[in-house]
């Protein structure tokens, strides 16, 4: 498998709603990335999990709530987002810290903001 | 000034044609340079990984390195019309765990 697996592909959510997206790897990767895209901008980095603890929040808002059960598994948890914060949502992994071999991005989940 | 210049394009080639892009970055800290493919309402697919100055040759794909100046390309020999797409330059430090990405060049390839 070599893989990254997000879910759900699309999601349309209002302002006052909770959502969670889900990110799922069997490569063995121990470092795992939330990425966010807006249309026709490169991948910007929210967050990185390595050995499963949270090393890097690049200064998001507290709306967005990571969580990393097991070095499987990479949560987004979404609440009281605004319209702005529509966009791709890109799952990562790698090896490890220093993503040897480079990274592996899932297909992403789109996300409108209503 | 961008850490990290890439061409927006979009860059237009006949099939079967070199496709040729590049990037230029200005932190001599950046040691690992990737680049990647991303289809419309896609994630980025990884196509090329080096952490060399040179050449490295997959397939159609070669990516070249120039520490020295900067510098980084990439070529797409015979290029198909399915390789039209945005392709993007990354590059990290040794410290790892944080890509710093290029803006994309949309590239497209005409039957």
């Known amino acids: 498998d070599t893989e990254v697996t997000q879910t759900p592909k699309h999601l349309v959510m209002g302002m006052t709603n909770k959502k969670s997206l889900k990110c799922e790897q069997h490569?063995?990767?121990?470092?795992m990335y939330w990425y966010k895209q807006k249309a026709k901008k490169p991948p910007e980095l929210m967050f990185v999990?390595?050995?499963?603890?949270?090393?890097i929040n690049e200064s998001v808002p507290s709306r967005f709530s990571p969580e990393c059960p097991n070095s499987s598994l990479l949560n987004l948890h979404l609440h009281a987002l605004q319209p702005e914060d529509s966009a791709l949502y890109l799952c990562?992994?790698?090896?490890?810290?220093?993503?040897?071999?480079?990274?592996?991005f899932g297909s992403g989940t789109r996300l409108t903001v209503v | 000034q961008k850490e990290v210049e890439q061409d927006p394009g979009p860059l237009s080639v006949p099939e079967g044609a070199i496709v040729s892009l590049n990037c230029t970055y200005s932190?001599?800290?950046?040691?690992?340079f990737m680049w990647y493919r991303q289809y419309s309402r896609k994630g980025p697919e990884l196509l090329m990984y080096?952490?060399?100055?040179g050449n490295k040759e997959d397939g159609r794909f070669t990516a070249q390195v120039d520490k020295s100046s900067k510098y980084i390309s990439l070529f797409i020999r015979d290029s198909q019309p399915s390789d039209s797409a945005t392709y993007l330059c990354?590059?990290?430090?040794?410290?790892?765990?944080?890509?710093?990405f290029g803006g994309g060049t949309r590239v497209l390839v005409k039957p």
């Open positions: 999990y390595s050995y499963e603890k949270l090393s």
């Open positions: 490569m063995g990767h121990r470092a």
């Open positions: 932190n001599s800290a950046f040691q690992y």
């Open positions: 990354a590059m990290e430090r040794a410290a790892g765990n944080k890509l710093t």
């Open positions: 990562a992994s790698s090896w490890d810290r220093r993503g040897d071999y480079g990274y592996t």
């Open positions: 080096t952490y060399s100055s």
